[in-house]
RNA sequence: GCUGGUGUGGCGCAGUGGUAGCGCAAUUGAUUCGUAAUCAAUAGGCCGAGGGUCCGAAUCCCUCCACCAGCUCCA
C-alpha cells in the first residue's frame, strides 16, 4: 500500500473514532485528528475522564460505524456558514478563524458525523476494517503548555488485520527490550525512593559496563590530543550568571543552596568550569587548539515527566569536552569530532541514526543569545563544515543552544521518542562571556571558538541505548560476564576451578557456578542473564582435557580443547562491534 | 509540571468489605546429573505511606509518595 493512501485510512480512522466519541459522549468537543507516522491520534475536550475502559467501548461503537459503511463526502462552505457550522466547536471555530482570507475551508461529513478537514479520506467507512485504539494520555492544546490539557486517544490502523497484529506484536516486543526492564533483569542499576528519584545507582555489573566505556572513550580521546581535567560538581550561581546558563536555565537546575557569603548551584554542565580553565593562563596561537575533556557529573532538575530509567535522570555523566581553537581551526577540529563520533559508533556497531543541524529561531530572542551577525557567523560556520565532510543531514529551526548551533546525531531507542546521543556545537558567545583570548601571530588579542562536543553524549544514556539495542546480550567486549563456567557434578569443580582461574589470568571476565543444580538448569539460567559463552565441564572432560564450549551467541561450538577457547576468546574479547 | 493509569513477598501475578494466596526465585536436606525446569521440606508480606468511613479495609473515601504512557521541556 501506498504510504499516502495509508495516511488516508488512518486519518479516516481518527475521523471514525471522533464520530464514536460524539454518539458515547455528547458534549465532547473536538480539537484535532490527524494520521501520524505509526497510526493517528485525536485530541478531545471532555467532561468525562476517558481511561481504558472507555477506549473498549469507543473501540465497540467504531466497529458499528464501520458496518454501517457510511458514505465519506467532501464539501465546501464560505467562511461564515462553516463558523455557523462549528459555532459549538471552539476548537474548530479558532482553527477557522486562523486560517487565511482565501483559504478554501472544507468539510468532511460520514453519517450524522461532520469535521472540519482538508482531506483527503477513503470514499465509505467500510474501508477502515483494521484499527486498534492504544492508549489515552493529555496532550496540550496548540502543544503549547499554557494551553488547556485535552485527552489525546492514540489508535493505529492498517489495510489489513495482519499487519495490524504483526505492529501490535512488535509494540509488545519492544516492551521486553525496555533498558529500564533489563537492567533490572541483569543487575546493572537500580533506583530508591529513598536515594532519591531520577537517581539510579549502577549495580557491579552495570559499572562494569560504565568503566568499559568510560576507558574506551577516554583512551579515544588521548590519542586525538585531548587533556583530562576533574572538576567540582558545584559551581557558584555567579558562574552561570557569566555564562547566561542561569537566565536560561535556572528553574532547571536545582536550588541555590547558600554557604557563608557564597550562593552555589549543583552544576547543570561543565562549560563554565571548563572556560575558567582555559582562562587561567595566557595563550598563544601556537598552542591551539586545547581540548579539555572530562566525565563529569552533572545535575538537572528535570521535569518529573521525564525521568526514564537512566536514558534521562537528575543525575547523569557527560562524555564532555570543550575544544578552544582559533576561527581558522573550526573545519578541522570539527571533521575530528565528526570522525570520532562516527569511528565510535562503529566500534559498538551503532547503525540506525540521523545527523540534524540544529539552527536558532530568530523570532525568538528570548530562548536564544540575541547577536544576529554571531550567529550568522555560526551557522553559515558549521553548514559549510557539514557540506564539505558530506554529511547527509536535515536543517531543524528553534533546535539550538542558547549560545549556539549544533550538530546532534540522533537515534531511536525500542521504546519512546528519538533523542540525541551525540552532538558538536559551535560556541562564539561563551568565549566572549568569559572574556577567553589567546595572542595572535601579529601579537593582538583575539578571542578563541569553542567547540562543546560529547560523544557518547551521557554515559547513562548511552549505556540505555545499548541496552535496547543488544536486548542485554552485550557483545564479548562489553558483556559484564564474559564466560560462565558450569561444572556438570562435583567431581568436574575443581576443574572447572582452574579453568576459571586460567581465564581470569588472560583477563576474562569469568565465573564459575558451582550449585548442585542440573546442568539444563544452570544453563536455563545463565542465557536468561545473556552470558556470551559457557564452559561445560564433565567428567569425562576430567579426563581428557576437552571442554565443551555454549555460546549464547553462536550456538553449540561443539568440543574444543581449553587452549582453542582461550585462544577464541581473548580474541573475541578484543574485537569490537560484534 | 500537566492528563490518565498502576502500586500485593526478590520477580511475575490472583484476590473488590469478613483469617493474605499462586508460580518462579531463595534456604535446608536428598539427588551427581549433558543444553528451558530432579524430589521433599522450610522460610519470606503491617497489601507504597499517612489519615478517614465501617463491627470489620489489600478492597470504599481523602492526602501524599513512587512508577508507567503521553504532552510540555532537554544547556
Given at each position: 500500500?501506498?504510504?499516502?493512501?495509508?495516511?488516508?485510512?488512518?486519518?479516516?480512522?481518527?475521523?471514525?473514532?471522533?464520530?464514536?466519541?460524539?454518539?458515547?459522549?455528547p458534549?465532547?468537543?473536538?480539537?484535532?485528528?490527524?494520521?501520524?507516522e505509526?497510526?493517528?491520534?485525536?485530541?478531545?475536550?471532555?467532561?468525562?475522564?476517558?481511561?481504558?475502559?472507555?477506549?473498549?467501548?469507543?473501540?465497540?461503537?467504531?466497529?458499528?460505524?464501520?458496518?454501517?459503511?457510511?458514505?465519506?463526502?467532501?464539501?465546501?462552505?464560505?467562511?461564515?456558514?462553516?463558523?455557523?457550522?462549528?459555532?459549538?466547536?471552539?476548537?474548530?471555530?479558532?482553527?477557522?478563524?486562523?486560517?487565511p482570507?482565501?483559504?478554501?475551508?472544507?468539510?468532511?461529513?460520514?453519517?450524522e458525523?461532520?469535521?472540519?478537514?482538508?482531506?483527503?479520506?477513503?470514499?465509505?467507512?467500510?474501508?477502515?476494517?483494521?484499527?486498534k485504539?492504544?492508549?489515552?494520555?493529555?496532550?496540550?492544546?496548540?502543544?503549547?503548555?499554557?494551553?488547556?490539557?485535552?485527552?489525546?486517544?492514540?489508535?493505529?490502523?492498517?489495510?489489513?488485520?495482519?499487519?495490524?497484529?504483526?505492529?501490535?506484536?512488535?509494540?509488545?516486543?519492544?516492551?521486553?527490550?525496555?533498558?529500564?526492564?533489563?537492567?533490572?533483569?541483569?543487575?546493572?542499576?537500580?533506583?530508591?525512593?529513598?536515594?532519591?528519584?531520577?537517581?539510579?545507582?549502577?549495580?557491579?555489573?552495570?559499572?562494569?559496563?560504565?568503566?568499559?566505556?568510560?576507558n574506551?572513550?577516554?583512551?579515544?580521546?588521548?590519542?586525538?590530543?585531548?587533556?583530562?581535567?576533574?572538576?567540582?560538581?558545584?559551581?557558584?550561581?555567579?558562574?552561570?550568571?557569566?555564562?547566561?546558563?542561569?537566565?536560561?536555565?535556572?528553574?532547571?537546575?536545582?536550588?541555590?543552596?547558600?554557604?557563608?557569603?557564597?550562593?552555589?548551584?549543583?552544576?547543570?554542565?561543565?562549560?563554565?568550569?571548563?572556560?575558567?580553565?582555559?582562562?587561567?593562563?595566557?595563550?598563544?596561537?601556537?598552542?591551539?587548539?586545547?581540548?579539555?575533556?572530562?566525565?563529569?557529573?552533572?545535575?538537572?532538575y528535570?521535569?518529573?515527566?521525564?525521568?526514564?530509567?537512566?536514558?534521562?535522570?537528575?543525575?547523569?555523566?557527560q562524555?564532555?569536552?570543550?575544544?578552544?581553537?582559533?576561527?581558522?581551526?573550526?573545519?578541522?577540529?570539527f571533521?575530528?569530532?565528526?570522525?570520532?563520533?562516527?569511528?565510535?559508533?562503529?566500534?559498538?556497531?551503532?547503525?540506525?541514526?540521523?545527523?540534524?543541524?540544529?539552527?536558532?529561531?530568530?523570532?525568538?530572542?528570548?530562548?536564544?543569545?540575541?547577536?544576529?551577525?554571531?550567529?550568522?557567523?555560526?551557522?553559515?560556520?558549521?553548514?559549510?563544515?557539514?557540506?564539505?565532510?558530506?554529511?547527509?543531514?536535515?536543517?531543524?529551526?528553534?533546535?539550538?543552544?542558547?549560545?549556539?548551533?549544533?550538530?546532534?546525531?540522533?537515534?531511536?531507542?525500542?521504546?519512546?521518542?528519538e533523542?540525541?546521543?551525540?552532538?558538536?556545537?559551535?560556541?562564539?558567545?561563551?568565549?566572549?562571556?568569559?572574556?577567553?583570548?589567546?595572542?595572535?601571530?601579529?601579537?593582538?588579542?583575539?578571542?578563541?571558538?569553542?567547540?562543546?562536543?560529547?560523544?557518547?553524549g551521557?554515559?547513562?544514556?548511552?549505556?540505555?541505548?545499548?541496552?535496547?539495542?543488544?536486548?542485554g546480550?552485550?557483545?564479548?567486549?562489553?558483556?559484564?560476564?564474559?564466560?560462565?563456567?558450569?561444572?556438570?557434578?562435583?567431581?568436574?569443580?575443581?576443574?572447572?576451578?582452574?579453568?576459571?582461574?586460567?581465564?581470569?589470568?588472560?583477563?576474562?571476565?569469568?565465573?564459575?557456578?558451582?550449585?548442585?543444580?542440573?546442568?539444563?538448569?544452570?544453563?536455563?539460567?545463565?542465557?536468561?542473564?545473556?552470558?556470551?559463552?559457557?564452559?561445560?565441564?564433565?567428567?569425562?572432560?576430567v579426563?581428557?582435557?576437552?571442554?565443551?564450549?555454549?555460546?549464547?551467541?553462536?550456538?553449540?561450538?561443539?568440543?574444543t580443547?581449553?587452549?582453542?577457547?582461550?585462544?577464541?576468546?581473548?580474541?573475541?574479547?578484543?574485537?569490537?562491534?560484534?
Amino acid at each position: 500500500m501506498e504510504n499516502n493512501e495509508l495516511q488516508t485510512l488512518r486519518h479516516s480512522a481518527s475521523h471514525i473514532l471522533a464520530q464514536a466519541v460524539k454518539r458515547l459522549f455528547p458534549g465532547t468537543k473536538l480539537a484535532i485528528g490527524p494520521a501520524i507516522e505509526n497510526g493517528f491520534y485525536y485530541d478531545f475536550d471532555s467532561e468525562t475522564p476517558f481511561t481504558p475502559e472507555t477506549l473498549e467501548k469507543l473501540e465497540e461503537e467504531m466497529k458499528k460505524i464501520v458496518k454501517e459503511n457510511l458514505k465519506i463526502e467532501r464539501f465546501v462552505l464560505p467562511r461564515e456558514q462553516a463558523l455557523e457550522l462549528m459555532k459549538d466547536e471552539p476548537y474548530k471555530t479558532q482553527l477557522i478563524n486562523e486560517l487565511p482570507e482565501d483559504a478554501e475551508i472544507s468539510f468532511y461529513k460520514q453519517g450524522e458525523f461532520t469535521d472540519l478537514c482538508a482531506g483527503p479520506h477513503v470514499a465509505y467507512t467500510k474501508k477502515v476494517k483494521a484499527f486498534k485504539l492504544l492508549n489515552v494520555t493529555g496532550a496540550y492544546w496548540k502543544g503549547d503548555s499554557k494551553n488547556k490539557m485535552l485527552q489525546r486517544i492514540y489508535g493505529t490502523a492498517f489495510e489489513s488485520k495482519e499487519e495490524l497484529e504483526q505492529y501490535v506484536q512488535k509494540l509488545e516486543e519492544a516492551k521486553l527490550r525496555d533498558h529500564r526492564k533489563i537492567g533490572r533483569e541483569l543487575g546493572l542499576f537500580m533506583t530508591d525512593d529513598l536515594v532519591g528519584k531520577g537517581m539510579p545507582m549502577f549495580l557491579p555489573k552495570g559499572y562494569t559496563v560504565w568503566r568499559i566505556l568510560e576507558n574506551y572513550i577516554r583512551d579515544k580521546e588521548i590519542e586525538l590530543g585531548y587533556q583530562h581535567v576533574l572538576t567540582p560538581c558545584v559551581g557558584t550561581v555567579e558562574l552561570y550568571k557569566t555564562s547566561g546558563h542561569w537566565d536560561h536555565y535556572k528553574d532547571n537546575m536545582f536550588p541555590a543552596m547558600q554557604v557563608d557569603e557564597e550562593t552555589y548551584v549543583l552544576r547543570p554542565m561543565n562549560c563554565p568550569h571548563h572556560m575558567r580553565i582555559y582562562a587561567s593562563q595566557p595563550h598563544s596561537y601556537r598552542n591551539l587548539p586545547i581540548r579539555i575533556g572530562e566525565i563529569a557529573h552533572d545535575f538537572r532538575y528535570e521535569a518529573s515527566g521525564v525521568l526514564k530509567g537512566i536514558e534521562r535522570g537528575r543525575h547523569f555523566c557527560q562524555n564532555d569536552a570543550h575544544l578552544f581553537v582559533t576561527p581558522e581551526q573550526i573545519k578541522d577540529e570539527f571533521a575530528r569530532v565528526v570522525d570520532l563520533i562516527f569511528e565510535t559508533y562503529k566500534d559498538f556497531g551503532i547503525t540506525d541514526y540521523r545527523c540534524v543541524l540544529s539552527l536558532r529561531d530568530p523570532a525568538d530572542k528570548e530562548k536564544y543569545h540575541d547577536d544576529d551577525e554571531m550567529w550568522n557567523t555560526a551557522e553559515n560556520a558549521l553548514r559549510d563544515v557539514m557540506n564539505e565532510l558530506k554529511l547527509d543531514y536535515t536543517e531543524e529551526i528553534g533546535e539550538a543552544a542558547f549560545y549556539g548551533p549544533k550538530l546532534d546525531v540522533n537515534v531511536k531507542p525500542a521504546v519512546g521518542a528519538e533523542y540525541t546521543l551525540s552532538t558538536c556545537q559551535l560556541d562564539f558567545c561563551l568565549p566572549q562571556k568569559f572574556h577567553l583570548t589567546y595572542t595572535d601571530k601579529d601579537n593582538v588579542e583575539r578571542t578563541p571558538v569553542v567547540i562543546h562536543r560529547a560523544i557518547l553524549g551521557s554515559l547513562d544514556r548511552f549505556m540505555a541505548y545499548l541496552i535496547e539495542e543488544t536486548m542485554g546480550a552485550f557483545p564479548t567486549w562489553l558483556a559484564p560476564v564474559q564466560v560462565q563456567v558450569l561444572p556438570i557434578t562435583d567431581r568436574a569443580k575443581e576443574y572447572g576451578e582452574s579453568i576459571l582461574a586460567s581465564l581470569k589470568e588472560k583477563g576474562v571476565r569469568a565465573e564459575i557456578d558451582n550449585r548442585n543444580e542440573k546442568i539444563g538448569y544452570k544453563i536455563r539460567e545463565h542465557k536468561l542473564q545473556k552470558v556470551p559463552y559457557m564452559l561445560i565441564i564433565g567428567d569425562k572432560e576430567v579426563a581428557n582435557g576437552d571442554i565443551n564450549v555454549n555460546s549464547y551467541k553462536k550456538g553449540d561450538l561443539g568440543n574444543t580443547t581449553l587452549a582453542q577457547f582461550e585462544e577464541e576468546i581473548v580474541n573475541e574479547i578484543n574485537t569490537r562491534a560484534h
